[in-house]
């Protein structure tokens, strides 16, 4: 994605020779060759007035891409992206980075040499009339193919000839090597958390695992560019499958689609923790198969509603989709009782004696991935920073949080900081100590498995430092 700039596609929108009140093309050109690219591609004459632009030419007027074409109506460039998203999920970006103020009227799928694709239109308010970036795009080997042709003409004459035009062959190697198994991403989201492959609402007791590693799962920002309401999504080989959760059993449940006919007939599923209902239906423009897996408790309901790309949804993946859906009692992510804390979202606990307040102080640079703490009593606080990062990243983090812990003290009266090791939750820690004849400070870092928490003591003496010693402990 590094070299495309929506400056550039600017200029391209509007090439003063081809569409915008310029010189237009010859529409005698000769036919050409089809263009042949190593990527993967073939791109044939889409027909008369047509002329096509090999690598070097379609890269000299549009940075990035691989081959394109110039017609009587505008332009159209084929460029490819690495990127693990499946191309439904593509095609919003594309709004974002690619246009000032362009809007998305389809995002279909469709087939290229008989493979998935995704078609999509972008409408872009231009002074003079609107503007229409089409196009389609086809994932495949870790990669986004993508042919984008631009026109003031909204005929399927003016964009579906060079459409057409786009043929796929076999890459002479993918943009990028592809994983074996995707790293899992990791977020906190409030009461939820996204670790391991799992998806976990506490507030709604609802989780969700992928059936296997070679499934995206993703939640928060990411799984509302696929759908606003939609708090995780799942997709693997042309399949996605959204999650809805909504408070009360009258919630959002097998229609959540208006754009979706669906039979009035089910089927009992065994959803293990409990019973669920599975639903299918079509959509109504497209005729994309849609099946729907629901699910509700007094206060909840859930709905998986899933799309295929391909055809008919496989049972065995519905029903793997299912097993991995478990709806039980709801807790509170975080609990506060007369015995301590405990985070089930970042697996720790503090056990402290009563009379110690916890306070939930803004954790500034962590958004979704921890939290911080703080409990005071008196003159005394013990806070405990937590993160959820990569095993990769674990060093990075516990790097990060000790310089945010010293530059927090940096103006108090304290000598120079003694590093050692020490014992923390059964744990090897870090131990950083700052001290003067007026207070002390214990900073402690441990990790596990992705979670890395900075535990500090602020106090007198060595109380707090003894109780953080003797209370804090991981839970999971």
């Known amino acids: 994605m590094g070299r495309l700039r929506r400056g550039v596609l600017a200029g391209v929108l509007c090439l003063g020779f081809v569409a915008c009140g310029g010189e237009s093309v010859d529409p005698q050109a000769l036919k050409s060759p089809p263009i042949e690219s190593p990527a993967g591609f073939r791109l044939k004459w889409p027909g008369p007035g047509w002329q096509l632009l090999d690598g070097e030419k379609a890269d000299a007027v549009y940075p990035g891409a691989l081959a394109g074409a110039l017609g009587p109506s505008g332009a159209a460039f084929v460029w490819r992206e690495s990127t693990q998203q499946p191309a439904h999920v593509v095609i919003p970006e594309l709004v974002t980075r690619l246009?000032?103020?362009?809007?998305?009227?389809?995002?279909?799928?469709?087939?290229?040499?008989?493979?998935?694709?995704?078609?999509?239109?972008?409408?872009?308010?231009?002074?003079?009339?609107?503007?229409?970036?089409?196009?389609?795009?086809?994932?495949?080997?870790?990669?986004?193919?993508?042919?984008?042709?631009?026109?003031?003409?909204?005929?399927?004459?003016?964009?579906?000839?060079?459409?057409?035009?786009?043929?796929?062959?076999?890459?002479?190697?993918?943009?990028?090597?592809v994983a074996a198994e995707p790293a899992p991403q990791t977020l906190i989201l409030g009461p939820a958390i996204l670790r391991e492959g799992t998806y976990h609402d506490f507030a709604h007791g609802v989780a969700w695992t992928r059936p296997d590693p070679k499934w995206r799962l993703v939640a928060g920002h990411d799984a509302r560019q696929v759908d606003p309401t939609a708090v995780a999504v799942m997709d693997h080989e042309g399949l996605t499958a959204m999650l809805f959760v909504d408070d009360g059993p009258g919630g959002k449940t097998a229609p959540a689609f208006k754009d979706v006919i669906w039979s009035e007939d089910s089927k009992p599923i065994n959803l293990e923790d409990e019973g669920g209902r599975l639903w299918s239906g079509r959509v109504r423009k497209v005729g994309r198969p849609v099946s729907a897996i629901t699910a509700a408790r007094d206060d909840v309901s859930v709905a998986i509603v899933a799309w295929s790309l391909i055809g008919e949804i496989p049972e065995a993946q519905l029903k793997a989709l299912a097993k991995g859906l478990q709806v039980s009692a709801s807790r509170k992510a975080e609990e506060m009782s007369m015995s301590g804390y405990q985070d089930h979202r970042l697996g720790f606990a503090l056990d402290l004696p009563s009379g110690w307040l916890a306070e939930h102080p803004d954790a500034g640079l962590l958004g979704e991935r921890g939290s911080f703490v703080r409990f005071r009593s008196e003159d005394r606080w013990i806070g405990v920073l937590s993160v959820q990062a990569s095993t990769a990243r674990e060093a990075l983090w516990e790097d990060f949080l000790q310089r945010r812990i010293g530059e927090s003290?940096?103006?108090?009266?304290?000598?120079?900081?003694?590093?050692?090791?020490?014992?923390?939750?059964?744990?090897?820690?870090?131990?950083?100590?700052?001290?003067?004849?007026?207070?002390?400070?214990?900073?402690?870092?441990?990790?596990?498995?992705?979670?890395?928490h900075a535990i500090v003591a602020v106090d007198q003496n060595t109380t707090s430092a003894d109780l953080v010693r003797k209370g804090f402990r991981l839970t999971d």
């Open 409 to 452: 003290f940096a103006h108090s009266a304290l000598g120079d900081a003694k590093t050692g090791k020490d014992t923390l939750g059964e744990l090897e820690a870090k131990h950083v100590v700052w001290s003067s004849s007026l207070q002390q400070v214990d900073l402690w870092v441990v990790h596990e498995d992705g979670r890395v």
């Open 99 to 177: 246009t000032q103020a362009g809007e998305l009227r389809e995002n279909e799928g469709a087939e290229v040499s008989g493979q998935p694709a995704q078609r999509f239109t972008i409408e872009v308010p231009r002074e003079g009339g609107t503007l229409y970036l089409r196009g389609v795009v086809v994932s495949r080997n870790g990669e986004a193919l993508i042919l984008a042709n631009t026109s003031h003409d909204d005929s399927p004459e003016s964009y579906q000839p060079v459409i057409d035009a786009l043929e796929l062959t076999d890459p002479e190697a993918p943009a990028v090597p």
